[in-house]
């Protein structure tokens, strides 16, 4: 089915260790983004693309980077994992354009984290 | 810059009952406006949206929403809740030259049996 999919679901990493989330969707979208939603704070932007081989900032970009070296993939890295950071995240993307038949968004399942 | 509230962290209604989950936001140039619901454990599922045309809205499992450009306000209403509803529902808004969307808190709706 087509989609967005996020790897790992579960990770739980100890301070300071790194790693990686991977989205990857098939559904030719341009624009891809990382979300991570925590307890009454609603979803907030970590990083962005509008395109193959871009990225930019969102609203809490530190401890973050990201990287979209192929259109369906974009990956989520931390390099030096804080308690801070635990978090649910979801990868989302869409069309450029918003239109009637597109649904803005589509979101994968998410990837839950503890970092302890 | 845009923004979006849902002033009611949570709303409690009965079976049966018409229920409304509010959204407010600001844009500049013309909204584009979405309603997003998330049950435990898994990612947004989209709802309905507003982008041109009749101000009430209709989209899935009964939902619809109106949008109010005078009070930028675009109401998630349903006439008759279910328990199965019973749900965290976002609101989001991009305006028509942006490419991210901002997404309210988030309203937790409870049906009650």
Known sequence: NAGVTQTPKFRVLKTGQSMTLLCAQDMNHEYMYWYRQDPGMGLRLIHYSVGEGTTAKGEVPDGYNVSRLKKQNFLLGLESAAPSQTSVY??????TFIGPTNYGYTFGSGTRLTVV | AQSVAQPEDQVNV???NPLTVKCTYSVSGNPYLFWYVQYPNRGLQFLLKYITGDNLVKGSYGFEAEFNKSQTSFHLKKPSALV???ALYFCAVRDSYGQNFVFGPGTRLSVLP
Do not use: L
């Not at chain 1, 979801?90 to 069309?95: D, E, G, I, N």
């Open chain 2, 84 to 86: 199965s509803d019973s």
């Open chain 2, 14 to 16: 009965a079976e049966g």
């Open chain 1, 90 to 95: 979801f990868c989302a993307s869409s069309y």
